[in-house]
Protein backbone atom coordinates (compact mmCIF):
# COMPACT_ATOMS: atom_id res chain seq x y z
CA UNK A 1 0.00 0.00 0.00
CA UNK A 2 1.52 3.75 -0.84
CA UNK A 3 0.83 6.93 0.40
CA UNK A 4 -0.84 9.79 -1.85
CA UNK A 5 0.61 13.14 -1.20
CA UNK A 6 -2.16 14.48 -2.51
CA UNK A 7 -5.25 16.91 -1.61
CA UNK A 8 -8.66 14.52 -1.75
CA UNK A 9 -11.66 16.36 -2.28
CA UNK A 10 -15.28 15.43 -1.97
CA UNK A 11 -17.92 16.53 -4.52
CA UNK A 12 -21.46 16.37 -5.25
CA UNK A 13 -22.66 16.01 -9.10
CA UNK A 14 -25.68 16.85 -10.85
CA UNK A 15 -25.83 14.43 -13.62
CA UNK A 16 -28.24 14.13 -16.81
CA UNK A 17 -28.36 12.41 -19.52
CA UNK A 18 -25.72 13.76 -21.75
CA UNK A 19 -23.86 15.91 -18.99
CA UNK A 20 -22.80 16.49 -15.03
CA UNK A 21 -21.18 19.01 -12.99
CA UNK A 22 -19.76 19.41 -9.86
CA UNK A 23 -22.17 21.62 -8.13
CA UNK A 24 -20.61 21.37 -4.50
CA UNK A 25 -16.91 20.52 -3.13
CA UNK A 26 -15.17 20.00 0.31
CA UNK A 27 -11.63 19.44 1.21
CA UNK A 28 -11.13 16.10 3.03
CA UNK A 29 -8.90 16.50 5.82
CA UNK A 30 -7.66 13.62 7.39
CA UNK A 31 -7.45 13.20 11.59
CA UNK A 32 -3.59 13.68 11.06
CA UNK A 33 -4.05 17.30 9.89
CA UNK A 34 -6.44 17.91 12.69
CA UNK A 35 -5.27 19.37 16.19
CA UNK A 36 -8.18 18.39 17.57
CA UNK A 37 -7.58 15.01 16.99
CA UNK A 38 -6.36 12.17 18.82
CA UNK A 39 -4.30 10.78 15.81
CA UNK A 40 -2.86 14.55 15.00
CA UNK A 41 0.90 14.43 13.53
CA UNK A 42 2.29 17.83 14.33
CA UNK A 43 4.56 17.89 10.95
CA UNK A 44 0.96 17.92 9.14
CA UNK A 45 -0.82 20.54 11.51
CA UNK A 46 2.74 22.80 11.12
CA UNK A 47 2.07 22.33 7.45
CA UNK A 48 -2.08 23.71 7.57
CA UNK A 49 -0.79 27.32 7.73
CA UNK A 50 1.05 27.13 4.54
CA UNK A 51 -1.98 25.38 2.67
CA UNK A 52 -4.34 28.13 4.11
CA UNK A 53 -6.56 25.74 6.36
CA UNK A 54 -8.59 28.10 8.11
CA UNK A 55 -8.17 26.79 12.21
CA UNK A 56 -11.67 26.18 12.49
CA UNK A 57 -11.78 23.43 9.64
CA UNK A 58 -10.83 19.60 11.26
CA UNK A 59 -11.80 16.22 10.23
CA UNK A 60 -14.72 15.25 8.91
CA UNK A 61 -15.52 11.45 7.73
CA UNK A 62 -16.24 11.80 4.02
CA UNK A 63 -19.73 10.39 4.18
CA UNK A 64 -20.66 13.12 6.53
CA UNK A 65 -19.44 15.83 3.72
CA UNK A 66 -21.34 14.37 1.70
CA UNK A 67 -24.93 14.75 3.29
CA UNK A 68 -23.78 17.95 4.43
CA UNK A 69 -23.58 18.95 0.66
CA UNK A 70 -26.55 17.24 -0.47
CA UNK A 71 -28.32 19.16 2.74
CA UNK A 72 -26.66 22.70 1.06
CA UNK A 73 -27.76 22.08 -2.10
CA UNK A 74 -31.51 21.12 -1.45
CA UNK A 75 -31.12 24.53 0.51
CA UNK A 76 -30.87 26.12 -2.73
CA UNK A 77 -33.71 24.71 -4.25
CA UNK A 78 -32.39 22.21 -6.31
CA UNK A 79 -33.40 18.68 -5.38
CA UNK A 80 -31.39 15.76 -5.18
CA UNK A 81 -33.47 12.92 -7.74
CA UNK A 82 -30.97 10.21 -6.77
CA UNK A 83 -27.55 10.02 -5.03
CA UNK A 84 -25.09 7.37 -6.18
CA UNK A 85 -21.84 6.27 -4.08
CA UNK A 86 -19.37 4.15 -4.09
CA UNK A 87 -18.43 1.34 -1.53
CA UNK A 88 -15.95 4.19 0.27
CA UNK A 89 -19.36 5.76 1.21
CA UNK A 90 -22.09 2.65 0.60
CA UNK A 91 -20.13 0.46 3.49
CA UNK A 92 -20.89 3.25 6.03
CA UNK A 93 -24.22 2.89 7.46
CA UNK A 94 -24.77 5.99 8.91
CA UNK A 95 -24.51 7.51 5.08
CA UNK A 96 -27.23 5.32 3.68
CA UNK A 97 -29.36 5.87 7.02
CA UNK A 98 -28.39 9.66 6.68
CA UNK A 99 -29.81 9.60 2.72
CA UNK A 100 -33.10 7.24 4.12
CA UNK A 101 -34.04 10.05 6.78
CA UNK A 102 -33.38 12.51 4.37
CA UNK A 103 -35.86 11.10 2.20
CA UNK A 104 -33.15 10.51 -0.42
CA UNK A 105 -33.42 7.65 -3.39
CA UNK A 106 -29.98 6.31 -3.66
CA UNK A 107 -28.10 3.43 -5.07
CA UNK A 108 -24.66 2.66 -3.28
CA UNK A 109 -21.78 0.40 -4.20
CA UNK A 110 -20.69 -1.68 -0.83
CA UNK A 111 -17.74 -4.21 -0.78
CA UNK A 112 -17.95 -7.57 -1.01
CA UNK A 113 -16.93 -8.11 2.45
CA UNK A 114 -19.88 -5.73 4.10
CA UNK A 115 -22.99 -8.07 5.28
CA UNK A 116 -26.65 -6.70 5.83
CA UNK A 117 -29.68 -8.50 7.10
CA UNK A 118 -33.09 -6.93 8.20
CA UNK A 119 -33.03 -5.58 11.46
CA UNK A 120 -36.36 -8.30 12.07
CA UNK A 121 -33.69 -11.00 11.41
CA UNK A 122 -31.59 -12.95 14.02
CA UNK A 123 -28.45 -14.98 14.05
CA UNK A 124 -28.81 -18.66 15.05
CA UNK A 125 -26.43 -21.38 15.09
CA UNK A 126 -26.40 -22.88 11.84
CA UNK A 127 -27.79 -26.53 11.50
CA UNK A 128 -24.64 -28.45 11.17
CA UNK A 129 -25.09 -32.36 12.55
CA UNK A 130 -23.53 -33.32 15.97
CA UNK A 131 -21.10 -36.18 17.12
CA UNK A 132 -24.80 -38.08 17.19
CA UNK A 133 -26.24 -36.62 13.83
CA UNK A 134 -28.97 -34.51 15.25
CA UNK A 135 -29.96 -31.10 13.98
CA UNK A 136 -30.05 -28.27 16.58
CA UNK A 137 -33.66 -27.49 17.48
CA UNK A 138 -36.34 -25.51 16.04
CA UNK A 139 -35.66 -22.16 17.24
CA UNK A 140 -39.05 -19.94 15.90
CA UNK A 141 -37.42 -16.81 13.78
CA UNK A 142 -40.53 -14.54 14.74
CA UNK A 143 -41.57 -12.67 17.81
CA UNK A 144 -45.16 -13.12 19.12
CA UNK A 145 -46.68 -9.60 19.81
Request: glycine share 8%; aromatic share 8%.
Amino acid sequence: MGIANCQVGVSLHLARDHASTAVNWRLFLPQTWDPASAKADAGKVARRAACQIPDDVGHVEKWQLALDMADEVRSWGIEVPLAIADAGYGDAAAFRHGLQARGLNYVVGISSTLSASPATRCRWPSRTPGPDARWWPSIPTSHAP
